[in-house]
């Protein structure tokens, strides 16, 4: 957590966010903050709300976990007070935070030193068929690929789908990194490959790093080399 | 920057940094820490003397910007302490931070909430020919673009090839958002068009974000939906 979102969520008089969010934050909260919580699929009845809240005069703060702007809150929020024609005439500050790619990256080592993309397998909003071709690109491009909402219950298929596209432009052995709660209670970690990462937990907390092609592992690290010669 | 990064560099006995970020955490630093800051292109003397250090039993603090394991130093400390044969032998811990992607797009609003791409133009480690193919498939996927070095005062043509590149798969008319030193001292912004970015100051402090299609802009914010019917 950033000093700024340390200071943000401190100074707030009126705290909304997802249930499990507002949980992480609980040691930090007093008892003359309004705390809102909400469950899943209600994100823009949160934002609904953190606008009224914040037209009555009340100074809010919108709850996302890692980074807000990186499929979390910010924009949501930015387009519910652009729909109510509001944008420029309220104050809305985005405080930037660790994203879930690099909090994962930080316990691996440093497999983010190059080029990089993130993809969200959640096919809820997004057609499977651009998740594909994203996954596809970016293997022709040799980035190092990151992909949030890896896998839930109910969504299993996606990452075997994942590994098949990567396996016809990437080596087996491709070093792929998962950390579940990465920089979290409850933080764990293993280093695998192409071949055979999708036989370890993978589930809705998890990050999984697939390396480029210069990406190796060692001694229970993952590294993606920049090209100095060390 | 996070608690963590916070506290590590208050319990460091060495300091050890380009002396641009050195100089950034100046107010933090006491008289009983070791300073030791030095130029561009001395990367690797500054991961040998922390592992000197290290070997000698002190708790060192190798300083870099943003995200230490994004185009940072987090990869080249590892590489250096493999290459001593020392790698799981003595401790080393990456602490993650905000990058500048994260910073510029908080600046912006919140041009990051669909699936990125983040390319370095700097063609020092890396051959063009690999930089423009990427950039040429991160328009092909329709991803959010986020470009890193964008320009120096000795390398002025990168971003105007990539200019080109994008404007034969994106219409002239796609958001550009520029932030220099973002979230620092001196931060300025401002939002262009794909046509006509290039004619904006951009220099070595500056992140330039690329929206994708569904990207716009509006009363001086960037934002790309997710998807929500708000």
């Avoid at 008892?31 to 823009?44: F, H, L, P, V, W």
């Avoid at 979390?72 to 420029?88: S, Y």
């Avoid at 432009?169 to 192409?194: C, Q, Y």
Wanted: proline share 3%.
């Amino acid at each position: 957590m950033s000093h700024r979102a340390y200071q943000v969520v401190k100074e707030a008089e009126v705290i909304i966010g997802y249930k499990t969010y507002i949980k992480l934050i609980t040691q930090l909260v007093s008892d003359n903050q309004e705390i809102i919580s909400s469950g899943m699929t209600k994100e823009i009845d949160r934002c609904n709300l953190a606008l009224q809240k914040a037209l009555a005069g009340q100074n809010v703060c919108l709850v996302s976990s890692g980074d807000p702007g990186v499929y979390g809150m910010a924009g949501i929020m930015l387009e519910v007070v652009k729909g109510n024609g509001l944008l420029g005439q309220i104050e809305v500050e985005t405080v930037p935070g660790i994203t879930a790619a690099n909090a994962a990256a930080a316990v691996l080592g440093a497999p983010l030193m190059h080029d990089y993309v993130v993809i969200s397998l959640s096919d809820l909003l997004t057609p499977w068929e651009t998740i594909a071709k994203r996954v596809e690109l970016a293997a022709q491009g040799d980035f190092v690929i990151v992909l949030y909402n890896p896998k839930s219950k109910g969504r299993v298929k996606q990452i075997e789908l994942v590994r098949e596209i990567l396996l016809q432009e990437k080596p087996e052995n491709t070093p792929v990194g998962i950390v579940t709660n990465a920089k979290r209670e409850g933080e764990t970690f293993v280093i695998s490959d192409l071949k055979n990462f999708t036989s370890e937990e993978i589930n809705m907390f998890s990050v999984v790093i697939i390396g480029n092609s210069q990406t190796f592992s060692f001694e229970n690290h993952m590294i993606t080399p920049r090209g100095y010669k060390v």
